[in-house]
């Protein structure tokens, strides 16, 4: 008779041991992996690699097949590939708005706004045009907002300043853009429409950009203008002009990004339509390239030289191949996120709080201490994404709430705060782009630091919520009937039927 293993829930031992194995290893290689005083390796994948593994054994001690945590991995994977789909054709969008002069006609024409006064809320909204151009708060800190922090310095204004205004230009330009890893994964894991989870990101992060904007111009009056020296900026300016034609109709593919939006086409196709634009406008406007040669760019990224060392580091950007290193860490951050899953580590973890949950405000805030307990422990905003999708999804259908309610929350928090963490992919690579800890420039990180709060808040007031069936409650309290967002179709009937049930007994709001 074949012997067939119980199946149990690890020890509490069992279930932090593959979390402290990433922590030890990712401290490692962040913190005493260096010769010479350069670092011999500093990717969170090795660590990730290590992490699944201990976590697959956690699962066969528990009774679990090897099968079985594989197929746990190979899931929560599948739930991404369409994310990962368009982060591929990314890379080819960023090339193909480097080489048609638009992402250089941002630079150019924010340059010529910017004032020692309006610095820093200029300087806000132009790195959130770059960032919403390139999809990538990455591109956008190690381009404009190395330029930036040289300028802020003329200025005379704080480093920790300037950084966290580079930060949170960023952020806000990568969580508008459908372009962005983070922007699809979130909507992946959750489950529902990219421009339905764009929609509700704007929802937090629209008011919290207009505070943050208010804040910077405050701080902004105080600016000690007498060491200001717009020579870096000229040059920048004169680098740009030389190489490219910035006629002011190669912006007009920005235009079409937020027609794409706007008109909610598919992710994969508004990307592909927006790479095929940016390509007849590099032919249109700049200079004629064979195939073989717009082939090269969009794979392996544009090679332009000004001999402005700004300029050239903001051009080295784009291509499909650069994005294999984000892709491939995906993977393996959703793949240790299923392990964990299919190992009983999360429901060890963290099913007692799951059970207390009464409210939406405590199912945020559940959601959001998740989050953000993954980026610190995991360091990785992937899994700080990608890991309480799982584990909360059922909680929200329960509570009658929409998928992009879930894909928003784990992106308020899990994608905004990953950045405060020294340790954390994200802070570290902040760290070494702008030379500002994050310790010091979180506190100036407006859009950051506030958007998780105001989300919270407004959540616990029954305030800003978006409903199964499609209807919004807004920031008065008032609901009507939007466009339903994309989810499984068994999980949105049973949380509309729960949604049905809360209205009766007059614990949901009733659609205006």
């Known amino acids: 008779m074949k012997n067939i293993r119980e199946k149990r829930l690890p020890s509490l031992g069992e279930a932090i041991l593959p979390i402290l194995t990433m922590i030890g290893l990712m401290v490692y290689v962040f913190a005493f992996a260096k010769k010479d005083g350069e670092s011999v390796y500093d990717a969170a994948h090795l660590p990730l690699i290590c992490g699944i593994v201990v976590a697959v054994l956690v699962g066969m001690l528990s009774g679990r097949s090897f099968k079985e945590m594989l197929e746990g991995m190979v899931d929560r994977i599948s739930a991404t590939l369409d994310a990962i789909l368009i982060l591929l054709t990314v890379g080819l969008l960023v090339s193909s708005f480097m080489i048609s002069g638009t992402i250089p006609a941002i630079i150019y024409y924010g340059l010529d706004l910017l004032s020692p006064r309006l610095f820093l809320p200029v300087g806000c909204l132009i790195t ?58 979130a909507a992946g894991v959750a489950k529902t429409g990219l421009f339905d989870h764009v929609t509700a990101m704007v929802s937090t992060t629209g008011p919290v950009f207009i505070i943050s904007l208010i804040l910077y111009s405050l701080l902004g009056l105080r600016a000690n203008v007498t060491n200001y020296d717009p020579q870096v900026a000229e040059a920048i300016k004169l680098a740009l002009a030389s190489h490219f034609n910035l006629n002011p109709l190669v912006l007009l593919p920005i235009l079409l990004i937020i027609l794409v939006c706007v008109l909610r086409i598919e992710g994969l196709g508004g990307v592909m339509l927006t790479v095929f634009v940016g390509i007849i406008f590099s032919l249109i406007f700049q200079e004629k390239r064979s195939l073989a040669e717009i082939f090269a760019i969009l794979h392996y990224g544009p090679d332009l030289v000004t001999g402005n060392d700004f300029v050239d580091k903001a051009l080295a950007k784009g291509g499909m191949e650069n994005q294999m290193w984000t892709i491939n860490l995906i993977l393996l951050a959703v793949a240790f996120g299923g392990a964990l899953e299919r190992a009983g580590v999360i429901e060890r973890l963290f099913a007692k709080l799951k059970d207390k949950i009464q409210s939406v405000g405590g199912l945020v805030l559940a959601t959001m201490a998740t989050s953000i307990f993954c980026d610190i422990t995991m360091c990785d905003q992937f899994l700080g994404i990608g890991v309480p999708a799982p584990l909360y999804e059922d909680k929200y259908d329960e509570l009658g709430l929409a998928r992009n309610m879930l894909s928003r929350t784990l992106e308020d928090a899990g994608t905004l705060w990953a950045v405060m963490f020294p340790w954390t992919a994200c802070g570290a690579y902040q760290m070494r782009t702008l030379g500002v800890s994050p310790l010091a420039f979180f506190p100036f990180a407006f859009v950051n630091l506030l958007n998780p709060i105001y989300a919270l808040f407004t959540s616990y007031l029954k305030r800003n919520i978006f409903w199964a069936d499609g209807s919004y409650t807004n920031l008065w309290g008032k609901t009507t009937m939007k466009k339903m967002a994309k989810a499984p179709e068994k999980s949105r009937a049973f949380a509309i039927s729960q949604l049905t049930k809360l209205r009766k007994e007059k614990k949901a709001p009733q659609v205006s």
Do not use: E, H, R
């Not at 045009?129 to 190395?146: E, K, N, R």
């Not at 802020?152 to 230009?169: D, E, F, H, K, R």
């Not at 960023?170 to 508008?176: P, V």
């Open 128 to 185: 959130a045009l770059v960032g919403l151009a390139c999809g990538s708060s990455w591109t956008a800190t190690a381009t404009i907002g190395i330029a930036f922090m040289t300028i802020g310095q003329g200025l005379g204004i704080n480093p920790a300043i300037t950084a966290g205004m580079v930060v949170s230009g960023a952020y806000i330009g990568d969580k508008f853009s459908p372009l962005s890893d983070t922007t699809n994964l």
